[in-house]
Structure formats: C-alpha cells, structure tokens
T-cell receptor, first 111, second 116 residues
Framework: GEDVEQSLFLSVREGDSSVINCTYTDSSSTYLYWYKQEPGAGLQLLTYIFSNMDMKQDQRLTVLLNKKDKHLSLRIADTQTGDSAIYFCAEKRGGGFKTIFGAGTRLFVKA | DVKVTQSSRYLVKRTGEKVFLECVQDMDHENMFWYRQDPGLGLRLIYFSYDVKMKEKGDIPEGYSVSREKKERFSLILESASTNQTSMYLC???????????????FGPGTRLTVL
C-alpha cells in the first residue's frame, strides 16, 4: 500500500515492549486499524481507533494516533512468543468501501 | 463464530489455465473483497462487491474477473493464469453499516496459488 507505510521487520526479546509504527497520507481517514496475521492464517482485527482519538488502550495493547503527523503506532507490552506475527496497519477513508493496508511489519519475538 | 472459508489452501496451476477461487461467508455480510498478498507489498485490492451481482474494480483488476451470484459467495476468476499471478489470495467480508467496528473486515485463511 503506497499510501500506508510501515517498516517490514521488528525483532524484540520476550518480555520487552514492541512498538510498531505506521504513517498514512490521507487526512480524511476516519478509522485506523491494526490487524494481525499469524502464520498460515488470514488477517484478524486486533484493535482500531477513531480518528478523533489520540490513544486507545486494550489490555497489553496501546494505540497512539498523531493526526498532525499522520502517524499511528501499536505498542505491545510484555511481548510473548505468541505475538510473533505480521501486523498490518490500515486506514479507512470516509464514506468509501475500501480499506487501505500497509505492507505489514513482521514481528520476531526471541525467547 | 464468524466464518469466511476459501475453497483451497494450496493450488498449483499451469500457465494459460482458467482458475476459480471460491469464497463463502456465513455472516450475511453485504461487502466482499478479494486481495492478493505479496511480500513487501502487503494487501492489494483486486475487486470488491457491495451487493449481489455488483462489483467494483480495486487497484489491480487486470487479469482477473469476479462473480457474485449469491450474497454468501464471491468468486475470483483468472481467465488465463500467468506466472506473475503466483501469490497468496485473501478473501474478506464486512457488513455494510457505517462505524468502525462494523467496518471490520473478516478474512479467510487464504489460498496460496502457484502458476507454473
């Protein structure tokens, strides 16, 4: 997705925090999502944030949104080996059917 | 439990063959999508459908067509498969209503297609 950019790889140690970053370009984006893809599976919604929010916390997950810089991040606290997956950032622009996905960040968790 | 199923997990076809990829959802969703997933490129939208018999081109429709004769089923057709269509194909569905939660897309497990 040329309009949504993410780094391709991130490696962390078990127990550390992971921070996955994403930038998007369309200021009309209404909703921003994080999806998780485990090996051999389709994507599953992890969490989402409305564009009028700055932060959302859900157990070990914290989403931060900086609308001015069009920057979205996902922080996973106390990262576990089961968190190893590809994480996709996605944006939905107002009124449309399409969701624009980033290329995905592959998270490696070392024991 | 919501479910999107795809007809095959792995498929091997020869160049020039006609290929059908089937997707079925049991959630009564109006919207259905076909993506292809390639390393470093993420998900790219091929086609989507917002109702029975309705279809819209996505970002990379060339070489593909789709069919939506029933609400629960969305088929992707490769009229004449080529090696550059070797990829992972993901189907997804979502309900029509506005709102972040209901705009969530539910994905199938994917079909890994290899064209020789």
């Amino acid at each position: 997705g040329e309009d949504v950019e993410q780094s391709l790889f991130l490696s962390v140690r078990e127990g550390d925090s992971s921070v996955i970053n994403c930038t998007y370009t369309d200021s009309s984006s209404t909703y921003l999502y994080w999806y998780k893809q485990e090996p051999g599976a389709g994507l599953q919604l992890l969490t989402y944030i409305f564009s009028n929010m700055d932060m959302k916390q859900d157990q070990r997950l914290t989403v931060l949104l900086n609308k001015k810089d069009k920057h979205l991040s996902l922080r996973i606290a106390d990262t576990q080996t089961g968190d190893s997956a590809i994480y996709f950032c996605a944006e939905k622009r107002g009124g449309g059917f399409k969701t624009i996905f980033g290329a995905g960040t592959r998270l490696f968790v070392k024991a | 439990d919501v479910k999107v199923t795809q007809s095959s997990r792995y498929l091997v076809k020869r160049t020039g063959e006609k290929v059908f990829l089937e997707c079925v959802q049991d959630m009564d969703h109006e919207n259905m999508f076909w993506y292809r997933q390639d390393p470093g490129l993420g998900l790219r939208l091929i086609y989507f459908s917002y109702d029975v018999k309705m279809k819209e081109k996505g970002d990379i429709p060339e070489g593909y067509s789709v069919s939506r004769e029933k609400k629960e089923r969305f088929s992707l057709i490769l009229e004449s498969a080529s090696t550059n269509q070797t990829s992972m194909y993901l189907c997804a569905s979502s309900p029509r209503l506005a709102g972040a939660w209901t705009d969530t897309q539910y994905f199938g497990p994917g079909t890994r297609l290899t064209v020789l």
